[in-house]
């Protein structure tokens, strides 16, 4: 079955960075649409960034616009988050996940989600 294992959170003071790692398996990896989300504690899960099934295209919530870069790698399987100019804020449990559409459309939802990783700003 699909699997998508993250990797890379961990505590990092304010400002620091972070890159996040999502390996996929038992998909065609270069067709999907990959995504990250996080949900803060207490909070409802939100969408964070994801990018087109060729690196084309990307989104981003505009809270991390600048901060972060989603990139992939599509000969590894692997999609990429990295994290710059951390704030207390983005405390959460982030997830990858994938869409089997090419393109990220909100509305479509995704399909494949994994277990999250745990990222941890102090302040």
């Known amino acids: 079955q699909v699997q998508l294992v993250e990797s890379g959170g961990g505590l990092v003071q304010a400002g620091g960075s972070l890159r996040l790692s999502c390996a996929a398996s038992?998909?065609?990896?270069?067709?999907?649409?990959m995504g990250w989300f996080r949900q803060a504690p207490g909070k409802e899960r939100e969408f964070v960034a994801a990018i087109s099934w060729n690196g084309g295209y990307t989104y981003y919530t505009d809270s991390v616009k600048g901060r972060f870069t989603i990139s992939r790698d599509n000969a590894k399987n692997t999609v990429y988050l990295q994290m710059n100019s951390l704030k207390p804020e983005d405390t959460a449990v982030y997830y990858c996940?994938?869409?089997?559409?090419?393109?990220?459309?909100?509305?479509?939802?995704?399909?494949?989600w994994g277990e999250g990783t745990l990222v941890t700003v102090s302040s």
């Open positions: 038992a998909l065609t990896f270069s067709s999907y649409t």
């Open positions: 996940a994938a869409s089997e559409s090419r393109y990220y459309f909100p509305e479509r939802g995704m399909d494949y």
